[in-house]
């Protein structure tokens, strides 16, 4: 079982529309979390950080719950342009605070 | 900042050859770590380094991956020999400190026919 899970998709969406996207992790010693994006055949880039009092920017909302293991990421008023794989990722145990990925979440924005 | 820099950015080798991919991290950053990208496994750490000593190898798949850091500015990963089953993107990542975001290279597009 991979530590982070995300739901893969696609998520359809037509513009303005509001979109979630939730991740599950099984490490509760995680320490941090962030949400990248990454498009079609690019690196992954940082989206936002995400911390335990939630955390906006612009049209982006990111949640996290401890007790229940789940960060979130809303999308308002979605834009062509969001259309990307999100990816969520959490740092793993140990001392090492190695970045762990979800698999993805595909988001396509349509007119 | 020129940001995380790797080469090259595509690699079209035959099956058995050596394969060396190589990866400049920001300045300043003492985590690096190398990831591989596949439709069916997602992203995958492979290693990581923390000031060029490695810390976690554990998703090294076997013995014909290796990596080196021999210092701060320049990491490598090899391949030998390289099999089909090896063609993915490989992608390298540095951080300034423990927890902190990774900046990711562009990547290596690799295929071995």
């Known amino acids: 079982r991979k530590e982070v899970e995300q739901d893969p998709g696609p998520f359809n969406v037509p513009e303005g529309a509001t979109v979630a996207f939730n991740c599950t992790y099984s490490?509760?010693?995680?320490?941090?979390f962030f949400w990248y994006r990454q498009d079609c055949r690019k690196e992954p880039k940082l989206l936002m950080s995400?911390?335990?009092s939630g955390n906006e920017d612009g049209r982006f909302t990111a949640q996290l719950n401890r007790a229940s293991q789940y960060i979130s990421l809303l999308i308002r008023d979605s834009k062509l342009s969001d259309s990307a794989t999100y990816l969520c990722v959490g740092t793993s145990s140990g001392g090492s605070y190695i970045p762990t990925f979800g698999r993805g979440t595909s988001l396509i924005v349509h007119p | 900042d020129a940001g995380v820099i790797q080469s090259p950015r595509h690699e079209v080798t035959e099956m058995g050859q050596e394969v060396t991919l190589r990866c400049k991290p920001i300045s300043g950053h003492n985590s690096l770590f190398w990831y591989r990208q596949t439709m069916m496994r997602g992203l995958e750490l492979l290693i990581y380094f923390n000031n060029n000593v490695p810390i976690d190898d554990s998703g090294m798949p076997e013995d014909r991956f290796s990596a080196k850091m021999p210092n701060a500015s320049f990491s490598t990963l090899k391949i030998q020999p390289s099999e089909p089953r090896d063609s993915a993107v490989y992608f390298c990542?540095?951080?300034?400190?423990?927890?902190?975001?990774?900046?990711f290279g562009q990547g290596t597009r690799l295929t071995v026919v």
């Open positions: 995400v911390y335990s």
């Open positions: 990542a540095s951080s300034s400190h423990r927890g902190t975001e990774a900046f």
């Open positions: 490490n509760s010693a995680s320490q941090s």
